[in-house]
C-alpha cells in the first residue's frame, strides 16, 4: 500500500493514526462484550476504519457527517464521551436515545452527528437538507453522509444525488464499496463498474479512493470539502475496502471466498499505515505502547461508568409525552376584525402566505409550486413575492423532499412540503413514519415539517388521485393530523401546524377548493390542533364526522325536518377531541360515525370502539358507521358516487334513529 503523506505534518499523521486505533480497539472490546452477552448485537467496522477517520479528520467540528453501522470512527473522530457510547449499546438512558434505540441509531446536534436507520437510504436526503439550510442561512460549510454499496441500491440513492445536483448542494455522498451487501456480491447488486460512472449521470463529480488508506482519503475529503465551500456542489467518493467480519456478527463470513478474505487481510488499515509510520519514523514501537494503554485506559473507564448506570425504568407518561417535541400552542387571535370572502382554495394559499411572512426561515417545497403556482394554484404569485429560494420547485421525489425537511430541522428552519396529490405520499411513507414520526422519540430532534395532502374523491379523477389515506398516518404516533372542512378552519389549522414544531399531515379536500367560500379574518390566526368544532346541535342523534362528512351531514340532514343531530367535526384526527365525542354522545345516546375513507381499518373504527369502552352506559344504541366502499376508488362518476357513502348516509340514519 503507497503513502503519500504529501506536506502534512507528524502531528496531523499521528492524529490520523490515533484516531484509527480508537475505533479498532473499542471493537476488539466489544466483540468480547458480545460473546458475553453484555451487548445485544454489533456491527464491525473493522476493516474500514480509514474512511471514517479520513472523512472524520478532513471536515471542520461543526459539519454534519451522517454515518452508518459501520462508522464508529466518526463518532471517536468527534470525540463523543466513551461512556455515552457504551451507554448507547447497553440501551442506558445516559446514551443518547434513552434505552430507545441501539447501535449508531441516533444523532448528536452537540457533535454534529446524525445517524440513520435500518432502512439504509433516508439519511441521503436528510443531508441534502442540511447542506441546504446551509446554504439558505450563507454558512460556507459541507455536509457528508456515508452509504454502501449495497445501500446505493434503494431509490432513496438515486432521489439524494438529483435534487443534490440541481440545487447545487454542498454534499460528499461517500460510498463505502466493500463488495457486499449483507451476503450478496456486488454483481448481484449492480451492473456497472464502479461508482463513479454514475456521477456524470447525474452531473456532479465523482471521485474513487483506495477506502483502506487513511492519508488518501483524508486528503481527498480534505480538498473536496475545501472546495465545496467555496463553490457549493455534491460529489460522490467511492472508498474502495472490504468488510473483514459479517454484516452484524452473527451472520458470519463463510459466503466469502476465503482468498478474498486473505487477499484484503494484508490490506488492513490500521496494520500498513502503523508499519508506513515506523518506517518513516514518525512513530515508535513506544509511541504506539503509550496510545494503546490511554485508549485503554479510556475504554476502561467508560466502560466502568456504563456498567455502574442502572438499566432505564420505564415510566408510561414519559415514554408517551417523548413521542412529541414539547410545544404548547397558544391560540392567536386576529388582531382586527376585518373580513373578506374566500374560498378554501384562498384561505389555504392566505394562510401559507402569512406563515411565510411570519417565519423567514421556513420555505414551500413541491412540484410545479414554483412559477405554475402548483397544479392547485395554492402558491400562484409565491415567487415573486418570497423567491425561488423560498418557493422551490423539487423533482419528483417525495422521498427526498420529506427527508430534506427534517435535515433542515436539524439546523433549525421550518418546511411545508406538498405533496401533488394525497395518493403521492405512498413515495416518501419511509421518511413520514419512519423519521419524521420516531426523531424525537429515538434522539430528541424534532422534525418541523407540514406535509400538505390534497386528498378525496368527488371530481372523477380515479384510483390514484382520489384516495383517502389519513387512517395510514392515524396508527402512528408522533404525527399529528389536521383535517379542515371550511375555508376559516382551513387557514387556522394551516398556521397552526406549520407554529407546532412536530410533523403534521395536513388533509385538504379537492372538491371544496373552489365550491364553498365564506368570509374569513384577513389577519393572521391560529385554531387548537385537537379540538372539535360542534358545527349544529341537536337532539336525536350525533353524527361524528370530519372534511367532506360535515357536508354531506348537513346537506342529508335538511331532508329529514322531523330529526336533529349535533354534527361534530372533529377538525384534528391526531389528536382527535376525546372530550367533545364524550360530550356529545351524553347528549343524544345515538351515534352514526361518518367518514370518506373506507370502512375497513378506517378511522371511525378506532373512534367507535373508544365510544363502546368510555361510553357505553350513555348508549341507546349500537355506535354505527358509514363510509365508503372497501374497493378502490373508480373513475366513472356514477361509479364513484356509488363508492361514497353519501348516497348511503339517509338510510343509516333512520335505522340509527329507529332502533
Known amino acids: 500500500m503507497h503513502f503519500d503523506r504529501k506536506n502534512y505534518s507528524d502531528k496531523i499523521l499521528k492524529e490520523l493514526y490515533e484516531a484509527l486505533l480508537r475505533p479498532r480497539m473499542i471493537e476488539e472490546k466489544m466483540l468480547i462484550l458480545l460473546r458475553q452477552g453484555k451487548i445485544s448485537k454489533w456491527f464491525s467496522g473493522i476493516g474500514q476504519e480509514a474512511i471514517s477517520i479520513g472523512a472524520a479528520k478532513a471536515l471542520a467540528n ?28 447497553q440501551g442506558k438512558l445516559s446514551g443518547f436515545t434513552n434505552g430507545r434505540d441501539r447501535s449508531f441509531h441516533f444523532g448528536t446536534n452537540d457533535y454534529h452527528i446524525v445517524g440513520m436507520i435500518s432502512h439504509l437510504g433516508p439519511q441521503l436526503a436528510v443531508a441534502d437538507g442540511i447542506a441546504l439550510a446551509n446554504q439558505l442561512t450563507k454558512q460556507k460549510k459541507a455536509t457528508l453522509v456515508f452509504t454502501g454499496d449495497g445501500g446505493a441500491s434503494e431509490g432513496d440513492f438515486h432521489e439524494a444525488l438529483n435534487v443534490a445536483a440541481v440545487w447545487d448542494l454542498p454534499v460528499i455522498f461517500v460510498i463505502e464499496n466493500n463488495g457486499y451487501g449483507l451476503s450478496t456480491p456486488s454483481n448481484e447488486q449492480f451492473r456497472f463498474k464502479s461508482f463513479i460512472d454514475k456521477g456524470p449521470g447525474y452531473g456532479i463529480d465523482a471521485v474513487k479512493v483506495d477506502g483502506n488508506n487513511v492519508l488518501e482519503v483524508y486528503d481527498t475529503i480534505k480538498q473536496l470539502a475545501e472546495n465545496l465551500r467555496r463553490n457549493p456542489h455534491p460529489v460522490i467518493v467511492e472508498a474502495m475496502t472490504f468488510r473483514m467480519r459479517g454484516h452484524e456478527e452473527a451472520s458470519g463470513t463463510k459466503y466469502v471466498p476465503k482468498e478474498l478474505m486473505d487477499k484484503w487481510a494484508k490490506k488492513d488499515p490500521l496494520d500498513n499505515y502503523e508499519q508506513y509510520l515506523l518506517k518513516e519514523k514518525v512513530i515508535t514501537e513506544a509511541d504506539i505502547k503509550k496510545y494503546r494503554k490511554a485508549i485503554q485506559k479510556n475504554i476502561d473507564s467508560g466502560l466502568e461508568m456504563a456498567y455502574a ?7 408510561t407518561e414519559r415514554e408517551l409525552s417523548d413521542m412529541y417535541a414539547p410545544f404548547t400552542q397558544e391560540v392567536i387571535l386576529p388582531l382586527a376584525e376585518a373580513k373578506s370572502t374566500k374560498r378554501y382554495v384562498d384561505a389555504i394559499s392566505d394562510g401559507l402566505r402569512q406563515s411565510l411572512e411570519k417565519y423567514p426561515e421556513l420555505i414551500v417545497m413541491g412540484q410545479d409550486i414554483a412559477e405554475y403556482g402548483g397544479v392547485f394554484k395554492i402558491t400562484e404569485g409565491f415567487v415573486d413575492t418570497f423567491g425561488k429560494e423560498r418557493i422551490r420547485n423539487t423533482p419528483l421525489c417525495e422521498s427526498a423532499i420529506i427527508g430534506i425537511g427534517l435535515g433542515m430541522s436539524i439546523k433549525k428552519q421550518k418546511s411545508v412540503v406538498e405533496m401533488q396529490f394525497a395518493d403521492f405520499v405512498t ?20 422534525a418541523d415539517v407540514v406535509v400538505r395532502m390534497p386528498t378525496g374523491a368527488g371530481v372523477a379523477a380515479g384510483p390514484f388521485h382520489s384516495q383517502s389515506n389519513e387512517a395510514w398516518f392515524f396508527h402512528t404516533p408522533g404525527l399529528k393530523i389536521v383535517y379542515p372542512s371550511n375555508p376559516a378552519d382551513a387557514k387556522g389549522l394551516l398556521c397552526a401546524a406549520i407554529e407546532d414544531p412536530n410533523p403534521v399531515i395536513y388533509f385538504e379536500h379537492k372538491l371544496l377548493y373552489r365550491s364553498l367560500s365564506e368570509d374569513i379574518h384577513d389577519d393572521y390566526y391560529t385554531i387548537e390542533i385537537g379540538k372539535a368544532n360542534l358545527v349544529e346541535e341537536g337532539t336525536d342523534l350525533s353524527i361524528i364526522t370530519y372534511g367532506m ?39 343524544t345516546n345515538r351515534v352514526l360515525i361518518l367518514h370518506e375513507d373506507c370502512m375497513t381499518g378506517g378511522i371511525g373504527g378506532e373512534i367507535s370502539a373508544w365510544i363502546s369502552e368510555n361510553c357505553f352506559r350513555y348508549l341507546d344504541a349500537p355506535v354505527l358507521r358509514e363510509a365508503s366502499l372497501d374497493t ?28
Open 62 to 89: 461543526d459539519e454534519y457527517i451522517l454515518p452508518m453501522h459501520r462508522n464508529l470512527g466518526v463518532f471517536t473522530s468527534r470525540d463523543v464521551p466513551y461512556n455515552r457510547l457504551f451507554a448507547q449499546f
Open 309 to 315: 448506570e442502572d438499566t432505564p425504568v420505564a415510566t
Open 427 to 446: 413515495c416518501g411513507f419511509n421518511q413520514i413514519v419512519n423519521n419524521l414520526a420516531k426523531s424525537h422519540y429515538r434522539w430528541g430532534q424534532n
Open 549 to 587: 362528512g360535515v357536508h354531506w351531514a348537513k346537506e342529508v340532514m335538511q331532508t329529514l325536518p322531523e330529526l336533529s343531530a349535533d354534527i361534530l367535526d372533529l377538525r384534528s384526527l391526531l389528536p382527535w377531541d376525546k372530550a367533545a365525542v364524550e360530550a356529545t354522545v351524553k347528549k
Open 632 to 659: 378502490a376508488v373508480p373513475f366513472s362518476p356514477t361509479l364513484e358516487q356509488n363508492f361514497l357513502p353519501k348516497g348511503r348516509l339517509k338510510q343509516k340514519i333512520k335505522d340509527l334513529v329507529e332502533f
